[in-house]
């Protein structure tokens, strides 16, 4: 894990279609190439509706620097609050929603090395509504990352979605039945239908199987983050088959030192080029299960 930036570099660095030494000459000039995408995604982070292009390779390069290894980070640290309670079979099955290029995958490969030595193998379902656009640097979590966090197989799918259509979950409930754990993360703020949204969630909630997970994490820096998951903790607490077992903020300190190239050449510490060096978030970690009224006290970490 400390040597994520590493491996996200050694991935560009092999995939042509980011890196191209006969376009860009030296690895190190193809990161200063990468200044303004990284300058677009954070001027279009900082707007409370955030509509950013990641068809763009470079813009996928800049965000897999900048912002990736941070929610990687994000994944990880819910999953560790309770390690206790996630206990996994031999092959777990996972849905991502809002994945992207799936950090949270990255995440929860370096959970299952620390705290599942029991689980062999990993079936993923990844949803975006942008899912084609993300393909070359899923790629790179794949092949250069997931590959050096977690010795398990991985195997799955990948298919377009969008929470915001309504019965959007239907072509896939039988994925969801059998599914041991959901993720949705960072995709709360670009949300425009909440009231639809909230719908799709009831429907999942409806079908997820006994004992499986709902994680929820997002950003604090937009308000819609918080309505949208607070909502979705009093749908739950309207269930007598649901427990909240996490939820709250948290603000991490980054345990990654950034490489000295990439801080030379990209992240230079500049207006809009500014290493990010904490991550702040909410999140809401849920449990199907048979309860009782003493079960379903909230184990709360307090706004």
């Known amino acids: 894990m400390e040597k994520l930036y590493e491996h996200i570099l050694e991935g560009l660095k092999n995939s042509p279609d980011f890196y191209n030494p006969n376009l860009h000459q030296t690895f190190e000039s193809y990161l200063k190439s990468l200044q303004n ?9 900082r707007s409370n509706t955030v509509k950013v292009d990641y068809s763009d390779p470079q813009v996928q390069a800049a965000y897999l620097i900048r912002y990736y290894p941070h929610y990687v980070q ?15 079979p031999e092959q777990i099955n996972a849905c991502f929603f809002g994945a992207g290029p799936c ?11 620390e705290h599942c030595p029991d689980t062999k193998s ?16 899923r790629d790179i979590t794949k ?15 990948v298919r377009k979605l969008d929470l915001c259509s309504p019965n959007t979950f ?35 909630l409806d079908r997820a199987p006994m004992n499986s997970f709902i994680i929820i994490g997002d950003l604090l820096a937009y308000d819609q983050n918080r309505r949208i998951l607070e909502d979705i903790a009093k749908i739950a607490n309207q269930r007598n088959d ?20 990439i801080r030379q050449n990209l992240l230079t510490g500049e207006d809009g080029l500014i290493p990010r060096s904490r991550i702040r978030f ?22």
């Open 74 to 88: 994000m994944t990880l640290e819910i999953l560790r609050l309770s390690p206790e309670i996630f206990t996994f």
């Open 170 to 204: 239907d072509p896939i409930t039988e994925i969801i039945s059998n599914c041991h754990l959901f993720i949705f993360q960072n995709c709360l703020n670009e949300i425009w239908n909440t009231s639809t949204t909230q719908e799709n969630i009831r429907f999942l």
């Open 122 to 137: 990993m079936i993923v379902k990844i949803y975006d509504i942008a899912s084609e656009q993300w393909k070359l640097s």
């Open 37 to 45: 995408a990284a300058k677009y995604l954070w001027k279009s982070y």
């Open 143 to 157: 092949n250069f990352v997931v590959s050096q966090l977690w010795k398990g197989d991985i195997s799955g799918v």
């Open 282 to 303: 909410l999140f809401l970690v849920i449990r199907k299960g048979e309860y009782s009224s003493e079960d379903l006290l909230e184990d709360d970490i307090p706004y």
């Open 103 to 113: 950090p949270e995958v990255a995440g929860l490969s370096q959970f299952l090395t």
């Open 242 to 261: 649901y427990q909240i077992i996490k939820r709250g903020e948290l603000e991490i300190a980054s345990s990654l030192k950034i490489p000295g190239i």
